[in-house]
């Protein structure tokens, strides 16, 4: 996930890069940022989800959801055909495809699970290859998104005598600059997903067992977050980076219980499914801690790796189950990226 204003600057870099100026221009730094306009069908999408069947609820979650169908491969591909149907300029349409893929694909390598196939498939994946602050796909960006401000302010008179050096050198040095920015980037976007590949690779061989490359989050600049099942009742999870491999490894319980729960697999298992039917599905390693209380279990459900995630999103969602222990019905809650515990309603689970 980059900032939406590097976003908007990656689209302004193509423009510039390619000599489009004005109305085109600014097309093309909209569509940059259009994927991200989804969140005006999001709040739709919250408004009727609560009153429709579980899998109409999905079905609209996966059209209608952040990060969801206007971030997906036929979106682009549909957006395109249009700017080609409206225009039946080939540079011109080339350069939206860009403007509107940059924006998805640096999503896909930055931020948490997508559908990119959707509606062809509903499998998620994220390539995560780089982190989402990371200092040079936010910052870089930004100077073509400062040169057209500069130029916007010294359009209206205002300004005047600011910046002079700097006008100038970009004045002279225009279309070098900015393919000189854009070469830059896509080779950075482009080495990072590969030099993941080596790093998770080389964990593999060191522990004896696939490591997962979607799984693995980056957590810093050059630095990720990646977990494996160890054995029947633990996962590992462990800290790499490309500089020294494993820094640190912990072990996490599968299922932790607390008092003396009769079934307690078998309340896990029911979680467990009731989870898989809903979406988003953003824990990869679940983990389960049981307990019961005046005739009610509750089953906590959340990831392995919550513990060892800071200020970033990703998988930091709480599922709570009650179960009455009499009648078998359940009551669902969930807390979502750390934020407060809300009641889920009746058509989350199937």
Known sequence: MVNTFSHLGVGFLIALALGFKGKKRNV?????????????????????????????????????????????????????????????????????????????????????????????????????????????????????????????????????????????????????????????????????????????????????????????????PGKFLTAYSYNSTHYKIMEVSYWSGIERSDYIEKINVTGDVPETSAYAERAEKLYLTAAPQEVDYPVYSVSEKNGSVTVMLSDARNPYVGMWAYFRTVYRFVFDTESGDYVAYASMQGEKEEKLGDNWFG
């Open 28 to 220: 093309l730094a909209f569509l940059s940022i259009l994927p991200d306009l989804d969140f005006i069908p999001y709040i739709l999408f919250t408004l009727v989800s609560d009153s429709v069947s579980h899998e109409t609820r999905n079905q609209l979650f996966y059209l209608l959801g952040h990060r969801e169908f206007m971030h997906s491969i036929l979106f682009i591909l549909l957006v395109t055909s249009l700017i080609w149907l409206k225009t039946k300029d080939r540079l011109f349409t080339a350069a939206g495809f860009a403007a509107i893929f940059s924006h998805v694909y640096l999503d896909y390598a930055t931020s948490w699970k997508m559908r990119p196939l959707y509606p062809f498939s509903t499998d998620t994946s994220i390539m995560g290859a780089v982190y989402f602050f990371d200092p040079l796909a936010n910052l870089l960006p930004l100077l073509p998104l400062f040169v057209v401000f500069v130029g916007y302010m010294k359009s209206r008179g205002k300004w005047n005598g600011k910046f002079k050096n700097f006008c100038t050198f970009v004045t002279e040095n225009r279309r070098s600059l900015y393919k000189t920015l854009a070469v830059v980037l896509v080779v950075w976007l482009a080495v990072l997903p590969v030099a993941k590949i080596f790093l998770v690779n080389n964990i593999s061989d060191a522990e004896g067992t696939k490591i997962s490359y979607q799984n693995t989050y980056p957590s810093s």
